[in-house]
């Protein structure tokens, strides 16, 4: 069964760091590209980053740029999102997703999320 777990969320204070693990079971991330989403209560999912399969490329929401670094690990089959100087409105669920080799087009599958708090 092909499945993408996030891990590595939790309660942080604003200004505080968390990284966030997707690890890929049943198939291996080497051909796709990883993006990063969330979901605020209330509010649509957004993209916040996205890395392609080979790492060449990178891309960012202008509302974590800067302050946010993807990255991966083929060998560990796990791709990771640093999150540093975090502030309240980063609070969310944070799901990862796959598609084929390049950031673009539909993700193909998807993780169940991991929740993200930011608050003093």
């Known amino acids: 069964q092909l499945q993408l777990v996030e891990s590595g969320g939790g309660l942080v204070q604003p200004g505080g760091s968390l990284r966030l693990s997707c690890a890929a079971s049943g198939f291996t991330l080497e051909h796709y590209a990883i993006g990063w989403f969330r979901q605020a209560p209330g509010k649509e999912r957004e993209g916040v980053s996205c890395?392609?399969?080979?790492?060449?490329?990178?891309n960012y929401a202008d509302s974590v740029m800067g302050r946010f670094t993807i990255s991966r690990d083929n060998a560990k089959n796990t791709v990771y999102l640093q999150m540093n100087s975090l502030k309240p409105e980063d609070t969310a669920v944070y799901y990862c997703a796959a598609t084929y080799y390049f950031c673009s087009g539909v993700m193909d599958y998807w993780g169940k999320g991991t929740l993200v708090t930011v608050s003093s």
């Open positions: 890395i392609t399969a080979t790492g060449a490329s990178t």
